[in-house]
């Protein structure tokens, strides 16, 4: 299994980026999707979860109303819509995909967000 995420950088404040993950070596419509992020020193952050089918979606209340989770299951791909984007944002983003848990992770993406 390998989910590869792309599309960080470094951005101003108030930027916006799309942060994509691809998988692949599984069914990727049986799979949950998760972005996670985290900074050195710092606990991993749950940031959104989508469900498989699309229907169920979840945000940490520091990103909601600025982030936006989805997912092309015909793609096997899984997106993150990130705006407005704070210096707080900065961090290591990774994929997940779960069964019931985060059972397998990405290399991650690194989102540097300047003041």
């Known amino acids: 299994v390998q989910l590869q995420a792309s599309g960080g950088g470094l951005v101003q404040t108030g930027g916006s980026l799309r942060l994509s993950c691809a998988a692949s070596?599984?069914?990727?419509?049986?799979?949950?999707i998760g972005w996670l992020r985290q900074v050195p020193g710092k606990e991993r952050e749950v940031v959104s979860c989508?469900?498989?089918?699309?229907?169920?979606?979840y945000y940490a209340d520091s990103v909601k109303g600025r982030f936006a989770i989805s997912r092309d299951n015909a793609k096997n791909t899984a997106y993150l819509q990130i705006t407005s984007l704070k210096p707080e944002d900065t961090a290591v983003y990774y994929c997940?995909?779960?069964?019931?848990?985060?059972?397998?992770w990405g290399q991650g993406t690194l989102v540097t967000v300047s003041s």
């Open positions: 997940t995909a779960g069964l019931s848990n985060y059972d397998y």
């Open positions: 989508i469900s498989r089918s699309d229907n169920t979606k």
């Open positions: 070596g599984l069914t990727f419509d049986d799979y949950a």
